[in-house]
């Protein structure tokens, strides 16, 4: 599965951005589909996933109330919906595909595929 992320940027704090994801490839055999992030010097951390039969959500405690992960099943695209962004938001983000597991993982060693990441800045 090829993944493209679109939709990174500059904000202030407290404002929103809205990322986007588009796989293509062997899709059919993908169960669930994640949000990563990486901070300059940190490791990559878990932020949202979504199955991709059912829609069921899993979120990160450190986003909870404020993103929103949802899939369009007919376009086939992936979104993060991000609320009240603070300036520990700011990160490359990743798209992720899991065609293993069967339940809703946030280990990135359950993820096979990965976007390029595009960056999310927010500012004081």
């Known amino acids: 599965v090829q993944l493209v992320e679109s939709g990174g940027g500059s904000v202030q704090a407290g404002g929103s951005l809205r990322l986007s994801c588009a796989p293509s490839g062997r899709t059919g055999s993908r169960y669930n589909m994640g949000w990563f992030r990486q901070a300059p010097g940190k490791e990559r951390e878990f932020v949202a996933a979504?199955?991709?039969?059912?829609?069921?959500?899993r979120y990160a405690d450190s986003v909870k109330g404020r993103f929103t992960i949802s899939r369009d099943y007919a376009k086939n695209t992936l979104s993060l919906q991000m609320n009240s962004l603070q300036p520990e938001d700011t990160a490359v983000y990743y798209c992720?595909?899991?065609?293993?597991?069967?339940?809703?993982?946030?280990?990135?060693?359950?993820?096979?595929?990965w976007g390029q990441g595009t960056q999310v800045t927010v500012s004081p």
């Open positions: 979504i199955s991709w039969r059912s829609g069921g959500t």
């Open positions: 992720a595909a899991d065609s293993r597991s069967l339940v809703l993982s946030g280990s990135k060693l359950t993820y096979d595929d």
